[in-house]
């Protein structure tokens, strides 16, 4: 029974959602069994995303959600009774309370929130091969570098470290037989051919597609601290659930990164939680927008993989909830698993929208009262039709009904309110600094230093001994020491990227000892890594 006072018209079981000749409840225990908000623009998406938002957090069930437009940062300030929303609650029979939510806001270039990273290894060449958009060839390539890099305890946490591996496994050039120059990397190189061809060619196009990436601000998303998920499933001093918001107005510009980087949190979720059954609620709840990007030109066999740990997730406890604009945006096989649905209107104006409009209204169970197809072209802005899973999982008869309307505020909040909910932040200063561990690029620059310090110190080099190797390095690097003709290989990494390596290189061997492998990935040294459903880190 719907009460007159919001706080308590959400109970410890269900989330009320609208209402029509019926109440629309979403229970609690069957959110975990994903859904989907789908509607033309401007019909009340994204209202919607933040009723059920809101009733999740009220709940205790930590929310994730990406905000597109800025709109849903409204959730963390008060809310306004202004007269629509007056107007509303009272055809609904309630008396309008404002409120707020804990609420913490992420942002993967670090400007409007805390950052987000990820490391390399962690992304994995599945999900990496299809941000950088490389054809069959070129993935198998990229296979074959994360293969060689977890062989030789390579760790890759950067581009830069992505980017010195795949100089590492080109094929050397420059002259063959006995006054060739020392290959470095020769084992390296070896270890690359012996699972294939890996030509040049390909290494370089791989590398014209990373520099794509970088223009396009790829490189903050790669780098440590790398994000906990497990800071994303928090509660408040109240009991309630954080709100994480993604802020992704920039991100946008680079549609392939956005669904990369959603498929990459939902893969890591699914690897990283235990199996937790049919619980009274869910642990997290995530609201992915604009979700026909993750499946744009994406392959048969990833979509296979999208739709296999979307299904097995909700064993973990996690509810996942697509917003997008038509149903057949979303692949059959995903659809299928959506059991918690809300209809927004549509508009039949091409025979796309009419196949949407169809497509949309089979997927309801029917009601005797409605002729849902119809109703969909006739909803007005608010309105919405409803289909919750109820009982042993089935869903209700289709319902014409009435959001609610959210108690915090709806709309963009300002950049000085921003400002002071992040200073307020529970993971403020976790994140906000970037660390730079030894890693890939570090370790070849070792390797390099080190095949080479020997052979100068037995022609007299800098006088033998420690100042010897100092001597030799250095000359290696900067071509004092090598002869004239193609650049030696430390000469090639240290012009391809921008890191001085003077303090790592001859700091390190002064010391006869380097800071610890890969910060949270330093367990991966001299072992090949198990890699889950998507291509990421399974870390078991």
Known sequence: MVTSDNKTADTEEKIFVGKGEQTAWLTLALANRHG??????????????????????????PVFAADIKGDLSGISEIGEAKDFILKRAGEMGLNFQPDQFSTVFW????????????TVTEMGPLLLSRMLDLNDVQEGVLNVAFRVADENGLTLIDMKDLRSLLDAIAPAGGKKGPDAEEDELAEIRKAAQSFGNVSKATIGTIQRQLLVLENQGG???????????KDFMKTDSDGRGMVNILVADKLMQNPRLYATFLLWMLSELFEELPEAG?????????????????????????????????????????GVYFVTQNPIDVPDKVLAQLGNRVQHALRAF???DQKAVNAAAQTFRPNPKLDTARVIMELGKGEALVSF??????????????????????????????????GKSPVKGKYDTAVDAESAYEMLQKRVATTAAPAEGQDGGAGGGILGQIGSIVGTIFGTNVRRGRLSTGQVIARDVTRSVTNKVVGGIVADLGKSVGGSLGGSVGRALVRGALGGLLRR
């Open 107 to 118: 942002d993967v270039f670090g400007e409007q929130g805390h950052p987000v990273r990820a």
């Open 36 to 61: 989907l908000v789908t509607g033309a623009t401007g019909t009340g998406k994204t209202v919607s995303l933040q009723v059920m938002a809101e009733g999740f957090a009220r709940a205790g069930v």
């Open 219 to 229: 490189t903050k998303f790669f780098g440590e601290p790398a994000l906990l998920l």
């Open 350 to 352: 091409t025979p796309r």
């Open 278 to 318: 049919d619980l009274p609620k869910p642990k997290l709840v995530f609201f992915f927008d604009e979700a026909h990007l993750l499946f744009n030109d994406a392959p048969k066999a990833l979509l296979d993989k999208i739709e296999q740990v979307v299904r097995l997730i909700r064993s973990k406890g996690v």
């Open 389 to 422: 899973l109820e009982g042993g999982g089935t869903p209700t008869m289709v319902e014409r009904v009435m959001i609610r309307p959210p108690t915090a505020r709806i709309g963009p909040i300002t950049p000085e309110e921003r400002k002071a909910i992040m």
